[in-house]
């Protein structure tokens, strides 16, 4: 039971997370900040969020 919690937490967090940091790269996006350093490492963020999620689709767990 203490491994689908940890599985739920992460699932959570990893939503959380990716919601909040979308927000971050609009406000960028908006001030036209695409090519720095800041937005690209919160796009390399999203694309791993991104990949983790389509994991946990494929398995049926989302």
Known sequence: MERLQAFE???E????KADE???????????RKE???TYRQY?????M???V?????KYGLL
Do not use: F, P
């Open 9 to 11: 937490a992460m699932l």
């Open 53 to 57: 999620l389509a994991m946990y689709k």
């Open 35 to 37: 090519k720095t350093a």
């Open 21 to 31: 940091e979308q927000k971050i790269m609009e406000d960028l996006r908006r001030q």
């Open 43 to 47: 796009l390399g963020n999203r694309l």
């Open 13 to 16: 967090d990893i939503v959380k």
């Open 49 to 51: 969020y991104t990949q």
